[in-house]
């Protein structure tokens, strides 16, 4: 039994054009309980914005988050996983990188992403299937 990039992705997550204010997207954000955005230009990513970018380029610098957009502010260049790599070949991918979210793809389009504390969440469930198949297996026959 093999978790795939497919069988974990979160396929709802908020995107934004580059040319959206840091204020209006940090509401946003608050309200989705998302701690990113994909910055897209015509469906395409293009960047993401974290937490850590408000708090290392906006609130740092004491920059105004309402004359600050997120082109100024966004990780380039998102990293993407196919939508078949296995969940280790992303948990590897994510720590190579130094990244806690990747992005999922699928025939050309961003189908969600996948979070540190997805893969956690997932693997813990992973764990004890496999570990009451086994138990099963090894249990003497009735």
Avoid: H
């Avoid at 469906?43 to 906006?58: C, F």
């Avoid at 078949?84 to 979210?101: C, F, H």
């Amino acid at each position: 039994m093999v978790l795939y990039a497919k069988d974990v992705v979160e396929p709802t997550f908020l995107c934004l054009p580059p040319d959206t204010n840091a204020l209006e997207a940090a509401r946003l954000m608050r309200d989705k309980r998302q701690g990113y955005v994909v910055v897209v230009t015509e469906g395409k990513p293009e960047g993401i914005v974290t937490e850590w970018d408000y708090l290392s380029k906006v609130v740092a610098e004491g920059k105004e988050t309402s004359k600050v957009v997120l082109r100024e502010i966004m990780s380039g260049g998102p990293i993407s996983v196919s939508a078949n790599e296995g969940i280790e070949g992303v948990a590897r991918i994510m720590t190579e990188k130094g990244v806690r979210r990747v992005l999922v793809v699928q025939q050309g389009k961003v189908v969600g992403v996948i979070t540190s504390r997805t893969i956690l969440a997932r693997l813990e469930e992973y764990i004890d299937k496999v570990s009451t198949t086994i138990a099963r297996l090894q249990a003497p026959p009735p």
